[in-house]
Structure formats: C-alpha cells, structure tokens
Antibody, heavy 120, light 107 residues
Framework: DVQLVESGGGLVQPGRSLRLSCAAS????????MHWVRQVPGKGLEWVAGINWNSDKTDYADSVKGRFTISRDNAKNSLYVQMNSLRPEDTALYYCTKVTLSSYDAFDVWGRGTMVTVSS | DIQMTQSPSSLSASVGDRVTITCRASQSITSYLNWYQQKPGKAPNLLIYAASSLHAGVPSRFSGSGSGTDFTLTITSLRPEDFATYYC?????????FGQGTRVESK
C-alpha cells in the first residue's frame, strides 16, 4: 500500500524549532515531488512548501519563507521540514503529500498529519 | 499569488440531489485545477485533477469541468458518504493555493 506517515509534531514555545518527518512507503519515492500542507483545526488547507524529486527546486509559502526548510533523503524514503522561529500562527495539523506523475501536480496521496502547537 | 474563490461556502442537500460547486481563479490557470474531498478528522482525498480527469477509484458521479478561470465540480446524485467539505486547488504555479472550501451538509 502507498503510505505516508508524518511524525515529529508536538507542543513547542514561540521562537523555538521543530523538525517534522514523513516516511514514505509503497511507491518509488525518488521519482516524485513532495509537499507539505497544513490545516488549522476547523479551517481550510494551506500549502506550506514543496520540493522536486532530486531536491534541485524548493518552494515556500510567503508565510514560512526564511523560517522553514523542506528537504528529502531519497535513500531513506523520507521527507522533512525544519521549522525555525515558530509562531503561534504556525499551529496546525501538518500533512505530507505526494504529487501525481502527470504534469498537473495534484496531491494524490496524503498522510494522516502531525499536529504542531506553538504556545507558551 | 493566485486567489481561488469557491461558492457557495456551504450548501444543504439531500441524498439523490445534483450538487454543483464552483471555483474561480483570480487569473487564468488553464486546466491546472484539482478538487479534493475531506471528511471530518481525515486527510483530504483527490477527486479530480487537471480540471476534468477523474482520479483512480473515484466514483463516476463526480465530474469536473472548466478551464481558464472558472471551474465546476458536480456530483450527479448525492450519496450519504458524499457529505463532506470540498476544496479546489490550483497547481499552475507556486504558491499552490486552495479555495476556502465548500461544506456539503444534509438537508
């Protein structure tokens, strides 16, 4: 089965850092671009960051640019996001997503998410 | 950034109803439009990609249409398991942006 499993969430104080991980299985991870999407409970979806298959290209939402870094390790079938200088508004459920192989880049597989709470 | 606006924000419908949700982009995104369904406590699921292509395993009662700036998701005969929130999303450029969601509730 194709599966994405996020980990690393938790309660963290404002200004501190956290690293989220996403373990991929059931597909050839190294061929696919990957993204992080977040959702404040009860609210809508917000794209956070994306990375292409070989890490040549990364993109970020303006709200996290300069604070978050997306990366991947194809040998370990893993995706990461390093989150620095966390703010209360970063509190959300963070999903790892895989894109389709087509050029339309839809998010066809999602993990269950890991919750990040930024609070003192 | 490309803004995605869905309408309505919510709707009430009955099993068997035809349901239509619209999504408008602030600039042309050609056919780079995707639709997702999300149920409470669950991750979103891809329904439609490239504006009108049905994702594998998605029932044929779901369909998408449109191009440029105006798009539509249609459920031809609503089933009980279709009560959920639906999001459109553009993949034309970054930042990838989502609509605010349309909640489909039972009348």
């Amino acid at each position: 089965d194709v599966q994405l499993v996020e980990s690393g969430g938790g309660l963290v104080q404002p200004g501190r850092s956290l690293r989220l991980s996403c373990a991929a299985s059931g597909f050839s991870f190294e061929y696919y671009a990957m993204h992080w999407v977040r959702q404040v409970p009860g609210k809508g979806l917000e794209w956070v960051a994306g990375i292409n298959w070989n890490s040549d290209k990364t993109d970020y939402a303006d709200s996290v640019k300069g604070r978050f870094t997306i990366s991947r390790d194809n040998a370990k079938n893993s995706l990461y996001v390093q989150m620095n200088s966390l703010r209360p508004e970063d509190t959300a459920l963070y999903y790892c997503t895989k894109v389709t192989l087509s050029s339309y880049d839809a998010f066809d597989v999602w993990g269950r998410g890991t919750m990040v709470t930024v609070s003192s | 950034d490309i803004q995605m606006t869905q309408s309505p924000s919510s709707l009430s419908a009955s099993v068997g109803d035809r349901v239509t949700i619209t999504c408008r982009a602030s600039q042309s995104i050609t056919s780079y439009l995707n639709w997702y369904q999300q149920k409470p406590g669950k991750a979103p699921n891809l329904l439609i990609y490239a504006a009108s292509s049905l994702h594998a395993g998605v029932p044929s009662r779901f369909s998408g249409s449109g191009s440029g700036t105006d798009f539509t998701l249609t459920i031809t005969s609503l089933r009980p398991e279709d009560f959920a929130t639906y999001y459109c999303q553009q993949s034309y450029n970054t930042p990838r942006t989502f609509g605010q969601g349309t909640r489909v509730e039972s009348k």
